[in-house]
């Protein structure tokens, strides 16, 4: 009998601890969580330098970001490559001067800039690859840099009222097999629809004037704004249509059609950056946005 209840008696204990074992083992379980991953918010930065693509001979075009704001204005030189390579340098010159002047950018803003839309079309000229010195252009005809390496005329190659063939002055131009059949105006299209900026400006030669953008819907509010600001700030006059001759497939008339503003600055030759009356004009656009 005493055996039997000392049997029963380690039986009860030993079925005791196993069940305080069990229980123990189940609370531990249950407050020991699994670690979370505390993963670290990184602050969403722009790149501040971009290829957004490659020429027809594989040149790099290049876009850089200054600022960090979330409205985004775009600055494009060069559409025209080496004939119009004051373009190129007057994107150059607001690279070094944003680098140089940050505070000039409005906390709001973000300046992208694209100095060289048509890398083929100014290497043909000059001879270099990225930024290059005056000194660099050779004197003499540069008209055939205008073109990209396929023959066609960029800014004739955007999807406003595309014709296969358009004008330039009074000569025929191939603006390519289709809207955006280049890989230059390719990439300006990406860049533009993945980063909807608020307002795009384009630089060229030699019209010494500001024009406005439009394709089938008339001329946006924002674009009659900037233009006279630039035009006011440049001292060059501001022009609502374009009408030495006329264009289709036009890159700001594609804005116009998507519903961003955007503006055309010809400066006043094709041998002068004209640089301070730009700068003047390109600080009254940021200005316009970032006044808001
Ligand atoms: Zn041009």
């Known amino acids: 009998m005493q055996t039997f209840s000392k049997k029963t008696a380690i039986i009860v204990i030993v079925v005791f601890v196993v069940f305080l074992a069990s229980l123990f083992w189940v609370i531990i379980r249950k407050t020991s969580k699994p670690k979370v991953v505390i993963e670290e918010v990184e602050e969403v930065v722009e790149d501040t330098y971009q290829v957004i693509g490659k020429s027809v001979q594989g040149r790099d075009i290049e876009a850089y970001t200054y600022g960090k704001g979330e409205t985004r204005v775009l600055f494009v030189g060069g559409v025209h490559g080496g004939y119009e390579w004051n373009s190129i340098l007057v994107a150059y010159n607001l690279m070094e001067y944003l680098e140089a002047n940050p505070e000039v950018i409005p906390e709001s803003i973000s300046v992208i800039v694209v100095p060289n839309l048509n890398p083929d079309g100014s290497y043909k000229i000059v001879g270099k690859e990225g930024i290059f010195l005056q000194s660099d252009v050779p004197s003499g005809n540069v008209s055939a840099g205008r073109f990209n390496a396929n023959g066609v005329d960029l800014n004739r190659n955007f999807d406003c009222k595309w014709q296969p063939k358009s004008t330039w002055q009074s000569k025929t131009v191939s603006a390519g097999s289709k809207p955006f059949s280049e890989p230059e105006s390719g990439a300006l299209r990406d860049l533009i629809l993945n980063k909807k900026p608020k307002a795009v400006i384009f630089w060229h030669s030699q019209g010494g004037a500001v024009y406005a953008s439009q394709c089938e819907n008339g001329i946006l509010t924002e674009t009659i704004d900037i233009m006279n600001a630039y035009a006011k700030a440049s001292g060059y006059p501001a022009d609502e249509t374009y009408d030495a001759y ?47």
Request: charged share 25%.
């Open 246 to 292: 006329q264009t289709t497939g036009d890159a700001d008339a594609w804005l116009a059609r998507i519903g961003i503003p955007s503006i055309t600055v010809e400066l006043r030759t094709h041998e002068n950056v004209e640089w301070e009356q730009n700068l003047r004009g390109i600080k009254s656009v940021l200005q316009y946005f970032g006044g808001k």
